[in-house]
């Protein structure tokens, strides 16, 4: 299963995006799904999750009430509104999804399925 993520772009700190997420073969609703970035030069971290079922929520400390991780399981779609955003914002990111379970996982290791990435540029 490939996830496809797209959304990306350039963008002035302060503004927004939103970012999707879909997953052809997958069925989004009963799974565990993450967003997560790299930088250059820097290793993949953890931005935000969502579980199944009930749609709990968890974010990094860096995105905490700048960042909205939600699911529309009618159109299988995960998306992540980024709002107020930084130039530290900057990188590729990736989507994730993990085998049905009702767990948030914030550890990239323990996700199965990944999208290609897709690239924010935040500028100042």
């Known amino acids: 299963v490939q996830l496809q993520a797209f959304g990306g772009g350039l963008v002035q700190a302060g503004g927004y995006l939103r970012l999707s997420c879909a997953a052809p073969?997958?069925?989004?609703?009963?799974?565990?799904v993450g967003w997560f970035r790299q930088a250059p030069g820097k290793e993949r971290e953890f931005v935000a999750a969502?579980?199944?079922?009930?749609?709990?929520?968890y974010y990094a400390d860096s995105v905490k009430g700048r960042f909205t991780i939600s699911r529309d399981n009618a159109k299988n779609m995960v998306y992540l509104q980024m709002n107020s955003l930084k130039p530290e914002d900057t990188a590729v990111y990736y989507c994730?999804?993990?085998?049905?379970?009702?767990?948030?996982?914030?550890?990239?290791?323990?996700?199965?399925?990944w999208g290609q990435g897709t690239l924010v540029t935040v500028s100042s």
């Open positions: 994730a999804a993990g085998r049905p379970s009702p767990w948030i996982i914030t550890t990239s290791s323990e996700y199965d399925y």
């Open positions: 073969g997958l069925t989004f609703s009963s799974c565990p």
């Open positions: 969502i579980a199944w079922p009930g749609g709990r929520q």
